[in-house]
Structures are given as C-alpha cells and as structure tokens.
C-alpha cells in the first residue's frame, strides 16, 4: 500500500521528467536546426567570397598580362633602336674615316 500523497508525489516527479526531456529535445532540435542554418549559410558566403576573389584575380592577371605584353613590346623596340643606333654609328665612322681621308688626299694634292 503506497499512501495517496507519495504516489502523486510519484506522478508529480514523472510528469517534471517528461517535461524537462521534452524540453531537451525541443532545445536540441533546434540548437540543430539554427547549426545548419548557420553552417548552410557561412558556406554560401565563403563560395560567393570565393567566386568574387577569383573574378578579381582573374582581372589583376589580366593586368598583369596586359603589362607583360606591353614591357615585351617596348623591349623589342628599344633593341631594335639599339640594334638602329649601332648601325647608324658604324656608318658615320666609316663616313668620317672616308672625310679623313679624303682630306690626306687633299693635302697630298695640294703639295
């Protein structure tokens, strides 16, 4: 024989339990539920970051590039100015070697 005050006592206690295990659950539920959300939502912010990063490394390359292809093209220029210069400067001594001479030429002459 279980007295009338322990035995809802008893109900008492397992009706506490059941709420406090039904309030676990809704609390893991959605402690769960708010991870994925965040979780979903941190990974569509790192691939836009990501896809946003690659579109500007893409334009920075092209840069690059672009100023590459430029420095190549003024580098051959300014060999080709060089390789100008070089020839220009053998003519003229040749010329001037031509002028001395004929100046010797001259001089012989005029003796």
Do not use: C
Not at 7 to 34: F, P, Q
Not at 41 to 57: F, N, R, Y
Request: charged residues 25%; hydrophobic residues 25%.
């Amino acid at each position: 024989y279980v007295p009338r005050s322990k035995k809802s006592d008893s109900n008492e206690k397992i009706s506490t339990l059941g709420k406090i295990h039904d309030e676990i659950n809704h609390l893991k539920s959605n402690t769960v539920d708010k991870l994925s959300k965040y979780t979903a939502d941190s990974i569509a912010e790192t691939k836009q970051t990501l896809s946003h990063l690659t579109q500007e490394w893409s334009s920075v390359k092209s840069i690059v590039d672009n100023i590459r292809s430029k420095m190549l093209t003024q580098n051959n220029q300014l060999e080709q100015v060089q390789n100008n210069y070089d020839s220009l400067k053998l003519t003229v001594d040749h010329k001037f070697k031509q002028v001395d001479h004929l100046n010797k030429n001259t001089q012989n002459l005029s003796y």
